[in-house]
């Protein structure tokens, strides 16, 4: 776990978080309320946060899309806005040249950061789904160094082809799994929180929206669960030592 600063010129005392935009590369509503959430409360914070999932599918840096969401990232970044992004499981070869273009720092996932003098624990989420144990063998291998070399060694039409398949492969695989073997396990939650030693907690990834209180040994802790962007936005906003989870209706 590697510790983070929260942003570069010190701890941000407003703060914006999202999950889960899923933006895909035919521009729709999520693109436009995303876009309008770039203009109008960006510019307002210090730091922004994208705990993963920005894109749908992310095959490479080199790919030509999503040219207007970078560019409006870019424009925050150059207002001085921190922007910090997680990999989700659907854009996790976001690299390098994305980061360049868009102004954003890649976060390591899970990542601790300071928010008001107290550490919080930021993750996409989908590292804590251990009951799926046929999605954690997938991560295992798509996460490694070599897996990922190879593929983004291979043109740019064929990785799309296969990015293709792999969600067709994602939908028939959640389809027929049930719902409590995609939610986040429990004595994972507990295990991140006792290795870290936070009492927050917050992700995406299984577009359950909420606050959840509860105790890990005798002490209260909270994990917020942000919500996908497909029926409406859902953001998280942090000002002095408070915590709001908000949904953005359309
Ligand atoms: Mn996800």
């Known amino acids: 776990m590697t510790p983070a600063p929260a942003s570069a010129d010190g701890e941000p005392s407003r703060c914006l978080f999202v999950s889960d935009v899923h933006l895909d590369t035919v521009a729709g509503a999520a693109e436009a309320q995303f876009l309008s959430?770039?203009?109008?409360?960006?510019?307002?914070?210090?730091?922004?946060?994208?705990?993963?999932?920005?894109?749908?599918?992310?095959?490479?840096?080199?790919?030509?899309?999503?040219?207007?969401?970078?560019?409006?990232?870019?424009?925050?970044?150059?207002?001085?806005?921190?922007?910090?992004?997680?990999?989700?499981?659907?854009?996790?070869?976001?690299g390098s040249g994305f980061a360049e273009r868009s102004g954003c720092h890649l976060l390591p996932?899970?990542?601790v950061t300071e928010f008001g003098g107290e550490r919080v624990l930021l993750t996409h989420g989908?590292?804590?789904?251990?009951?799926?144990?046929?999605?954690?063998?997938?991560?295992?291998?798509?996460?490694?160094?070599l897996w990922q070399q190879q593929f983004l060694a291979l043109p740019l039409a064929t990785r799309e082809l296969l990015a293709n398949e792999a969600r067709a492969g994602s939908r028939a695989h959640t389809s027929r799994t049930p719902p409590t073997i995609m939610d986040v396990n429990p004595s994972s939650?507990?295990?991140?929180?006792?290795?870290?030693?936070?009492?927050?907690?917050?992700?995406?990834?299984?577009?359950?929206?909420?606050?959840?209180?509860?105790q890990i040994d005798g002490e209260p802790v909270q994990r917020i669960v942000l919500g996908a962007w497909y029926e409406q936005g859902s953001c998280l906003s942090y000002e002095a030592g408070h915590y709001q989870l908000r949904a953005l209706p359309r």
């Open 109 to 111: 996932d899970p990542v």
């Open 189 to 214: 939650v507990a295990a991140a929180f006792r290795a870290t030693g936070v009492r927050r907690i917050i992700h995406g990834h299984t577009h359950r929206p909420a606050v959840h209180e509860t």
């Open 37 to 94: 959430l770039l203009r109008t409360e960006a510019p307002q914070v210090d730091a922004l946060y994208i705990l993963g999932d920005l894109f749908e599918s992310w095959v490479g840096d080199d790919t030509p899309v999503h040219r207007a969401v970078i560019d409006a990232l870019a424009a925050v970044t150059a207002g001085g806005v921190g922007c910090f992004v997680l990999h989700g499981n659907r854009d996790f070869l976001l």
């Open 126 to 145: 989908d590292a804590l789904c251990t009951d799926d144990h046929a999605y954690q063998e997938l991560r295992t291998l798509v996460r490694g160094p």
